[in-house]
């Protein structure tokens, strides 16, 4: 078999493994294991297995990955998400697309402490939905709009996604952060925007129930706003000030948080210790799908795919705009099938190396890429953030629901997609601001 | 041994491991914010602070396989097994951990000199601060094998799962 | 004669990226074994640690899942304690011509050094330097005093005692992190050549480069599969031996243009050379790096072999006062 041949088939193998049911991760390790075994040998395969997961695992560069998830989960079961959902909703749901502007308003803001798009969707699924449907929006755009809003988790700063990009690229992180607040705030004008016009244009969709309340209510909710704030201060303050790196913020924003939650009493041994246990596990389920991505990776270098197809792709000369279309339609299409994240580690090695010989502007292509990604997070049929919801609300929401709710945010997603190609500006200007050419 | 036996060991094993990946993500929270506020406030950086973090995210992981195991908390793409019911379902059960099995097999397997080779030098890590690195590989070996092992049961079962005995036996 | 070399293909991993300066010799003699055998020795040479990371290179040659690759030893302390010396300690080498030459009569003169390249199954070749480890700051650096404080950027056990020794602190901070880090102020100084200063566009952050100088040291090995390499044909041996003879003079005609190079460059942008005026005194306060290095070593365990070691080199330093 020629090297193009051999890595499409291992591609075709993890697909055939992942659909019969093997998890996503070891589905990778066993095509990629079963590549190396029949090209290059046993010798390399075991070598490359011995080295390979344990010097990922030890990697300094990743332990900023849990300690974001633990500020993000810290916060979650210390209320102080529920507390900010409160305000928003008693600030913005006097309308009748209120409900669903508070979940967007409010999940932007804890995308501000988040790093993970899959936690944004749990754990607004967890707190905003019950609410939601207790006033009667609709189930499936309800379920929507907070599977959608938890994908500026990945944009707004910090960020899991820029983080991969990153470490798989060699960027800055800290630039990569600053890239995405206007695409963040960028996607979620754009809900904003598409949202109201479904609840003024689709009956049923507006909730039958809609609550005002008075300003002073109004105001004291507002209080439920500080911890937040001062979560976000210290991370992204910390960083800009230069009192500390990015690398370093998670583990200060996970103190943060947890001293904040026993100083509000809003969290107990108990609950500190599930919180780790969470963690824990969550950034297992994302070591074994990295771990088969880079043992993939590793296969398409040894066995010549990356370099043939580089080859193959810049023979046919493609300019900026046809490749980053290529780009997206790669992405469009597999992103509906395949997880994100594995998604990113198997082609980033190659789509990377391609978009700078190419000249494009490194923080932009990441843009780009991360925009993708979270889009693939809420494309049915495999949709991480719609799984989390539907698994938040515990069954009350159907597949079928979710899929047809998440339409109309979609169509807003691709007009999105289409400015930040077309406006590299929305990207680049705040990194190159900070950098202060 | 009986499965009474088992059930406890794993227990045991669940309740232990837990604590060490706590420690380790406790241990790498406060190495970082120490090194922090060392190095911002005190002029007193932590020595050791990255191999340290790096060698306690290491133990998160491979110590957190036990766990994703136990639950099976994989990442799934469930397109076609969601759809299928009895005895498909059941086959398409052994199937997946099937391929688990294999994959912690390799990742497992491999644990084992990477763990002898370090006690056999007594490897320390590099950097300002020499701490042992062969207990953190130890914590790796276990992680993997264990987790390596709850696969395999967990396949037995489902084999088990896959042929119902008309007349209850003692499992 | 071409015909009389066997047909095979190498596999050559270079953990550092194509663009760095050093990965030009590695390019070059993967391209010169191609093309004096005529091809029919075929060099696949893969940069940027696509085959595994610097932390994987040890073990991926020594079991033969590549033939050639390259890593620091000082990665690998507890792997190549004895032989880790030249390669951790700041201040020791005068030249690089001297860390260079200092290495490789002690890697071919000294049992213990040899002993731990036979135990990893490696055949160290292609004998290198870097030159002198300076300082790019975001405030000039002219005396002594003016260390005091500084956040500075270094690596490895022994290159942080040379600040704190006057008060500096040794901050953790990644080689990813080193351009923000100086950008907004988290450290006040990185630790490294004029070169790579130049190469990671540290001028854009950091104004003022050190003329201060904190010792040479060889750059890096190559290694050879030992059972590949004793598996080679003398002839082709030879060869290889010959191309890398010439790799290695490449290199040493080259670092200090590329060095040269790397302080215009800097200026160029802007960047202020500054005169650092205690560089006796510094170096007089200083305590002595092989005593330090033997002291820890013995703490491993490795105290007789450490003592030759460090004896050697102190007497062959001699020919370089
Ligand atoms: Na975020
Ligand atoms: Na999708």
């Known amino acids: 078999m020629s090297p193009i041949e051999l890595g499409l088939a291992a591609i075709a193998a993890t697909l055939v493994l992942a659909l019969a049911g093997v998890p996503i991760g070891p589905a990778m390790i066993v095509a990629a294991c079963g590549g190396m075994w029949l090209t290059v040998g046993e010798r390399f395969m075991w070598a490359t297995l011995k080295t390979l997961p344990f ?137 904003l925007v598409a949202i109201v016009l479904v609840v003024r244009l689709i009956p049923g969709y507006a909730p039958t129930a809609i609550t005002r309340y008075p300003l002073g209510e109004k105001i004291r909710s507002l209080k439920a706003v500080w911890p937040i704030l001062i979560l976000a201060t210290l991370v992204l303050g910390g960083i800009y000030t230069g009192t500390m790196p990015p690398s370093a913020a998670g583990a200060v924003g996970a103190a943060g948080a947890i001293v904040l939650a026993f100083a509000r009493r809003s969290i107990n041994a108990r ?84 978009s700078q010989a190419l000249g494009i502007n490194p923080i932009w292509f990441a843009v780009i890429i991360v925009k993708l990604v979270e889009i693939s ?36 997603e691709v007009v999105i997609l289409a400015l930040l190609v077309a406006f590299p500006a929305i990207s680049t200007w705040l990194p190159a601001m900070m950098i202060g050419n | 041994m009986t499965m009474h036996a088992v059930d406890t060991a794993l227990a045991w094993a669940l309740r232990m491991s837990a604590w060490i990946g706590w420690a380790a993500l406790g241990l ?77 097999y390799l990742i497992a397997r491999q644990t084992w000199p990477l763990m002898l080779d370090s006690w056999r030098i007594r490897e320390v890590s590099i950097g300002a601060f020499n701490f042992p690195v062969y207990p953190v590989k130890t914590l790796i070996c276990l992680g993997a094998t264990i987790a390596a092992a709850i696969a395999v049961v967990q396949l037995l079962q489902s084999l088990v799962r896959l042929f119902p005995r008309r007349e209850g036996g003692a499992a | 004669l071409a015909q009389d070399y066997p047909e095979m293909s190498v596999r050559y991993a270079n953990f550092m990226p194509e663009n760095f300066p050093s990965s030009a010799i590695d390019q070059f003699v993967a391209d010169e074994i191609a093309r004096r055998t005529g091809g029919k020795v075929k060099v696949e040479m893969f940069h940027g640690g696509t085959l595994g990371g610097v932390g994987e290179m040890d073990e991926l040659i020594s079991a033969g899942a590549v033939d050639i690759g390259n890593f620091p030893l000082s ?25 260079v030459q200092i290495q490789k009569d002690a890697f071919a003169e000294l049992e213990d050094v040899r002993a731990e390249f036979d135990t990893a199954n490696l055949h160290p070749f292609l004998y290198r330097g870097l030159p ?102 003398p002839e082709f041996k030879a060869l290889f031996d010959e191309v890398v003879d010439e790799a290695e003079k490449r290199a040493a005609e080259s670092i200090e243009e590329t060095e040269v190079a790397g302080l215009e460059a800097l200026q160029a942008k802007g960047v202020e050379l500054v005169h650092f005026e205690d560089q006796e005194k510094m170096e007089a306060a200083l305590p002595d790096f092989l005593d330090l290095w033997v002291e820890h070593l013995d703490k491993m365990g490795h105290g007789e072999a450490a003592k030759k070691h460090a004896a050697f080199v102190r007497e062959r330093l001699k020919n370089y006062q």
């Open chain 1, 55 to 191: 010097d990922f695992a030890s990697q300094y560069t990743f332990v900023v990955v849990p300690m974001f998830v633990l500020m993000g989960v810290v916060a979650a079961r210390a209320d102080i998400i529920q507390d900010l959902y409160r305000a928003a909703a008693k600030w913005m749901g006097g309308t009748r697309s209120g409900l669903y502007v508070a979940t967007v308003a409010a999940s932007a803001g804890f995308s501000s402490i988040s790093g993970s798009t899959v936690v944004n969707s749990a754990v607004f699924g967890k707190v905003a939905l019950p609410e939601m449907l207790r006033n009667g929006c609709h189930k499936g755009f309800s379920a929507a709009s907070i599977a959608a809003a938890g994908t500026l988790a990945g944009l707004i700063p910090p960020s899991l996604s820029f983080v991969i990009y990153g470490i798989l690229t060699g960027q800055s992180i800290g630039q990569l952060f600053m890239a995405g607040v206007f695409p963040g705030l960028l996607t979620m004008a754009g809900y």
């Open chain 1, 271 to 354: 609950g500190l210790a599930d919180s780790f246990q969470e963690t824990m596990i969550l950034t297992t389920t994302l070591f074994i799908v990295v771990v088969g991505g880079l043992l993939l990776g590793r296969f398409f270098v040894i066995s010549g795919f990356i370099r043939e197809i580089t080859a193959l792709l810049a023979a046919f000369d493609l300019g900026v705009y046809s490749f980053l279309l290529l780009v997206i339609g790669l992405y469009l299409v597999l992103g509906m099938f395949v997880d994100p994240l594995s998604m990113v580690v198997v082609t980033l090695p190659v789509l990377y190396p391609i």
């Open chain 1, 377 to 412: 997070a809420v494309t049915p049929p495999v949709g991480l953030n719609l799984f989390a919801v539907m698994a938040a609300s515990e069954t009350k929401i159907s597949a079928g629901e979710i899929y047809r709710g998440i339409l109309p945010l979609l169509a807003a």
């Open chain 2, 28 to 104: 790498m929270m406060i190495v970082g914010t120490g090194d922090v506020i060392g190095t911002a406030f005190f002029r007193r950086p932590i020595l050791g602070a990255f191999e340290m973090a790096g060698s306690a995210l290491a133990v998160v992981m491979f110590i957190g396989l036990i766990h994703v195991q136990t639950r099976r908390s994989h990442i799934v793409v469930d397109l076609v097994t969601a759809g299928l019911r009895g005895p498909m379902r059941r086959l398409a059960d052994c199937f997946a951990l099937f391929g688990t099995v294999t994959a912690l």
């Open chain 3, 75 to 99: 990665y690998f302390l507890s792997q190549f304690p004895v032989s880790g010396l030249a390669d951790s300690l700041p201040i020791i080498f005068p030249s690089i011509e001297s860390a």
């Open chain 3, 132 to 233: 002198q480890h300076r300082l790019i700051c975001t405030k000039p650096v002219r005396k002594l005093e003016d260390f005091n404080g500084l956040k500075i950027r270094t690596y490895g056990t022994f290159h942080p005692v040379v600040f704190t020794t006057f008060n500096a602190v040794p901050a953790n901070i990644e080689l990813g992190e080193v351009y923000e880090g100086l950008q907004r102020g988290t450290i006040d100084c990185a630790y490294t050549q004029f070169q790579l200063m130049a190469l990671f566009n540290l001028h854009e952050v950091a104004k003022f480069a050190i003329d201060a100088e904190f010792g040479a040291t060889p750059l890096y090995l190559t290694y050879v599969n030992k059972q590949v390499w004793d598996g080679w044909t």
